[in-house]
């Protein structure tokens, strides 16, 4: 270890001591700091500060949660069918790759944008969308999808359509622009998330096996590249500032937020393919994303074992007079490090010419371990790589279960009426008309979905299915996205197996065979003990449902600081699953598609109503205990969904999730060109309570729509799986949905008035005054 | 037979109207670098959808000055077949190979979702395949606003350039036919020869098993025919 | 040397931000309000010398580039 | 009354549309160009009598719906 110190900054305006409060403001804490001066042997220099600062962030260290993300299972134990081996571990690449046979795989991880979004919605929604696609081509692979998972608090309230339209136009325009299809996702509403919307995005991406690129530096003598946008003084301490909690004062923090371009970006990633097909050359790519060129240069030289050296007067800057601390913390988007193959300087340099974009030469791969900056030929920052990326600090936070867990959990159905003729029939049309049932065609009209002709199965439907074209054969990918916050908030290890376990269920519902996960932990502040408590709850419910489907999680990102002025929002892990569907034939979706056709419920009556949206929307209380979930009945009954679509029996499949059985009926009518009606016959069921038959979310159930054909051998090979099935009536050309409960809740529904409040919900909410919809 | 996708910096369609040509239809295609000066050779030249130079001018303005337009413009001038799709519709109008201009939507939001059109031209070569069904297409753009002022759109009825039309979506759906408030309903026209087209909805994604429809495929079948004809 | 240039939509051409403008104005109470257009400003730096000719060579972008004349009309003013 | 607000990129914030348009102008051969910012122009006719602190609303409109704070500047003056 070099202990002398450095030599003057170039920029007097560095050249100052470190005090406790610049530590502070720099978010480290006070032991932190002297583990530094003591590794190092001497003060490090302000940019060196800003350079822990951003590294040691939760942001880029997950220093208070990676001992719960060492929980997860990260491979899959059987891929007897050809597939689903991880190829790149979780945390190993800038996102996890896994094998999906004949020799392709995909590359897919989700990443928040929280933060940003809660100041500039649109701009931050949009570079959180360009920050995951570098994430993706950065490992050799070609992005094919886009989804993302939004929380926003009341939708009637003006800030929060503000925010939301903002977030979605913003992930439009990224998207849009890319050229990139936003398949999918999710949306929920919930006071919770007032001030603090959740803007989680996720790329997925394919490629070659021998496609594949690793962010490491390697290789003695090798040139490091710069390619992309030039450097300004954009979003400076984005990184640190997305780990600490949003205030008021951060309102003031205003300016730091980054633009992004998407058309740059587009260029970007032609640009970095084309080098990436060039046998050999690449040795190591690695995206600028938080905390840019810090991050990019300590990690490449960590993963590669080896030190780098750059110069800062070789960055291309869009602004005069940065300093180093400025350079080295900007933000600023759509940048990538590269580091190629000595002697072969000319062949990335004309890839970049061709496309119009800087390839600036700004160091080289050196012996050692050391991360060298210089500015003007002065070195302004010496620090050992690897103590920047692997050495960072690590806690174990302090978990107390939350007081009023007691009390929601101790709630019992009976404080409130069972359905009446009347409560009824103004039940279902207002939970579909409920912001987080309705439909969100609002949001997913304004997401070019189908660019790349390659969209089977559009947004609207349990999951999205995409098709890949290989050379040789279509593959067919599935993906869906989840995460109730209530049932986290009332009960996070149940909500933890819940997300997951529903997010495959909706695989499952369109013929897929799940493949891997990729999750985003958004948590309020973790130094409050009941807020790691349910973080941890819920990282266990998540770990445990992955464990019992063997299905691993392959990548992630973790938000903290989630709060607003009444405190934490709900727990709210989103997470996203990837399937793979052998056959176009399997691929299936969530709508009837002809008169006659029979509707059987799999996984027996839904009989609890704690912790619904029924209870919220239609009773206004956010109470009860979250739904049971039996892990092995849940298997049992996605692979016998699975079995009878390959087998080809079922017209539509569709999970009850939120709003629970009528719900899910009416929304398997609501046809693309067509409303369907539907006779249902429930006298035998019989229930204890008809709310919860109704709308409880007991989870393991499956609506199937078969031919009447097909009926009873489906009904027998239910019964031989052992999971219980229920005929429950037939779609009708006519389109009313009845019921016949054998009593005196017989009620019908004209279907085209419950579509209408479901498709126009939303639209409603938002449409601007005097404006077309 | 040769088709060529014209790619400029920020196309993002080029590869599905390459696809739509070279694989489901198997003719030879290929895509022509914005930076190339001659079209020779080309039997129909497809200007396809994305975001030209981000678009960030005007849709299609920045694109105009390619070096490849140039020879576009020679070789429609020749009375060669020319097809711009979305962007590319866009690009054709502002370089004044077709009337008009594309302005923003009138909701001001991006939509993307399946059309109905209708024919609207007497056009032989078009009512042959297409008849008078309504096609089911996909639509993806910000701005498709087809403007012209009222001479203009005289002229264009009176020589039969009007070559789609928005049509009504179906009863059961509360959703207008018309995405974007384009005068007239106008979703593509064609200049007088019928020789340059252009139109907002993108019939590539309209021509294998799993799209909204096929109906792409007879409108690209009559382009090809009519290639084929000169 | 700075240019302004603004290009605004013809009179007679849909502008429908400038109706989305108006309709939130008047939806936020701002009573008066006759008409609202949306355009937009260019602003060019330049060398001082521009060299004979120049004020054409505005023109000319201007009309090639910066607007487009079946629906926008253009000036520009030298700032001060 | 006319008036006319111009929207602006902040001065240190990514302007795209400049950048792009620069470089379409560069690529026609338009020499001596130091730089290009493209912003937004919004006219409002006004009924003549403002009534009293209708400058003050003006600034209000223009900082809460015409510009965007964060990332815009915006200055306004009445038409001559
Ligand atoms: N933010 C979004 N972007 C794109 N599509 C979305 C978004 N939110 C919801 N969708 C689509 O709307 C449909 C319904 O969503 P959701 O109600 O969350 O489904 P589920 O309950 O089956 O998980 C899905 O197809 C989903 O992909
Ligand atoms: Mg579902």
Redesign the pocket.
Known sequence: MSSSSLPPNPDPVLNVSITPELIEKHGLQPEEYDHIVQTLGREPTLTELGIFSVMWSEHCSYKNSKPLLKTFPVEKKDTSRGYGRVMVKAGEENAGVIDIGGGWAICFKIESHNHPSAVEPFEGAATGVGGIIRDIFTMGARPVLL????RFGDLEDATVKRLFRGV?AG?SHYGNCMGIP???????FDESYEGNPLVNALCLGILRHDQLQKGAATGVGNPVYYVGAATGRDGLGGASFASRELTEESQADRPAVQKGDPFMEKLLLEACLEMMAIPGLVVGIQDMGAAGLTCSTCETAGRGNAGIEIELDEVPQRETNMNSYEIMLSESQERMLVIVQKGREKEIEDVFAKWDLHAAKVGEVKEGDRMVVKQHGVTVADLPARFLTDEGPVYEREAKEPAYLAKTQAWKPDEIADLTKESLAEALPGLLGDP??A???W??RQ?D?MVGASTVV???????VCRIRTGEGDKFVAI???GIGRYCYLDPHRGGLIAMA??LR?LACSGAEPLAMTDNLNFGNPYKPEVFYTMKEAVKGLSDCCAAFDVPVVGGNVSLYNENHRGAIDPTPVISVVGLIEKEADITT?TVSAAGQKLLLLGGWPDEIGGSQYLQTVHSVKTGRAPEIDLAKEKTVHDLVRQVIREGRVKAA??L??GGLLVAVGEMLFAEEQNFGATLELASASPARWDALLFGESQGRILLAVDSAEEETVIATAQAAGVAVQSLGKVTAEPILSLRTGGSLDHSWEVKNLRDIWSQRIGKAMALPGLPS | MKVGVLQFPGSNCDQDSLHAFATVLGVPARLVWHKEESLEGLDLVVVPGGFSYGDYLRCGAIARFSPVMKALKAYAGAGGMVMGICNGFQILCEAGLLPGALIRNDCLEFRCETVNLTLAARREAWQAPLGANPLRIPVAHGEGNYRIDHAGLAELEANDQILFRYADRPAAIERRGNPNGSLSDIAGICNREGTVIGMMPHPERAVESFHPSRDGLPILQTLLKLAGHR | MKIIVTVTPKKNVLDPQGAAVQHALESQDFPGLKAVHVGKIIELEIDEQGGAGWEERIDRICRDLLSNPVIEDYRWEKAS
């Not at chain 1, 989804?147 to 939004?150: G, R």
């Not at chain 1, 936003?182 to 929920?188: E, I, K, L």
């Open positions: 989804t993302n998972s939004l979605v992930i936003t398949v999918g996702g999710d949306v929920v987080s049932i439909s969100k065609e949001v997913y997401y979905h559009l947004p609207g439907s349990d999951a999205a869906a996205n989840d529903e997010c909706n969530q569709h999970d999730s939120d």
